[in-house]
């Protein structure tokens, strides 16, 4: 079924959350990454943009000065950073929810603290964008923090600052860093000796060690799906999948599942015009606990 929408061609590249908004919904996938429909800033992506940007400066200080102080004033510079950003202009909040959010922010950056000694970390990339060629795929992403074991591994961090899965879905949640892994193996010539998820919310670290079959695994699955979106482009066949997470799809009004038009979805573009526009390369689908 075509939704009567205009043909589309597939993305040039795949990253892990454009992989993870496919197989959460086709039809959320193409609003955000094939036809880049922009979405209105939620609070909750909002806060984990300056707490990903403050420890990013945090960690780009020599190890001795990585103190709670110096983590404050990376907050306000990243808050500096990003006042002008559509992502926190077009959040509609009061001054009371304001003062929440950054006394949020505060407390998801410190339990830094809880999870490591932030001098001992050996940082070789921060915010590091990489792109590789898996054959006909290029995959790209951002590693929040690649860094080295003293015995000159790399690790692969990722910070989190939404809820910790429950057992279930520890695996679930480990496919970006696994991706990030199969990345390093193909750039750098060597397989991570660790990927971890660092959650800030809790806090808790979920750590696994990646092996070279896995890798090979994460390559066949990556394929797999961009043959997948590649077919759904051909014959321009987008399905929804109603769930839990439609209650944050920006894409409802539009969807067929919940009686919208598709058609219309294109007047988002004028709906969210102006400065605090954000157009659709983030997942369009999340959960904000997630
Ligand atoms: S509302 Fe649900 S089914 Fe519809 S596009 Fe969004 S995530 Fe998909």
Redesign the pocket.
């Known amino acids: 079924m075509t939704l009567g929408l205009d043909p589309v061609e597939p993305p040039a590249s795949l990253s892990p959350s454009s992989i993870s908004s496919f197989k959460?919904?086709p039809?959320?996938f193409r609003?955000s990454y094939l036809d880049r429909l922009p979405q209105p800033p939620a609070p909750h992506s909002s806060k984990g943009t300056l707490v990903h940007r403050a420890l990013e400066r945090f960690y780009d200080r020599p190890a001795d000065e990585r103190t709670a102080a110096a983590l404050d004033r990376d907050l306000d510079d990243a808050r500096a950073d990003l006042r002008d950003d559509p992502d926190f202009t077009g959040l509609d909040l009061t001054d009371a929810e304001w003062d929440a959010f950054h006394a949020d922010a505060r407390a998801l950056a410190h339990r830094t603290f809880a999870l490591e000694d932030p001098a001992t970390v050996v940082p070789v990339g921060l915010e590091l964008k990489l792109q590789a060629s898996l054959g006909d795929v290029t995959v790209r992403g951002v590693i929040d923090r690649l860094e080295r074991t003293p015995e000159g591994d790399l690790v692969v961090s990722d910070y989190k600052t939404g809820r910790v899965p429950g057992d279930r879905y520890v695996e679930k949640s480990l496919a970006g860093v696994q991706m990030y892994a199969l990345m390093c193996e193909r750039l750098f010539g060597t397989v991570p000796a660790r990927i971890q998820l660092l959650y800030l919310s809790r806090p808790t670290a979920i750590v696994a060690t990646p092996s070279a079959q896995q890798l090979t695994g994460v390559a066949r699955r990556t394929t797999a799906i961009w043959n997948t979106i590649a077919t759904a482009c051909e014959r321009n066949e987008f399905r929804?999948?109603?769930?839990r997470?439609?209650d944050f799809?920006a894409?409802?009004p539009y969807?067929p599942?919940?009686g919208g038009d598709p058609q219309r979805a294109d007047e988002l573009r004028d709906l969210l015009a102006g400065p605090a526009t954000r157009v659709g390369t983030a997942p369009?689908?999340s959960d904000p606990e997630d």
Do not use: I, K, M
């Open positions: 959460e919904c039809l959320a609003f929804t999948n109603p769930g997470l439609c799809c894409y409802r969807c599942a919940h369009p689908v």
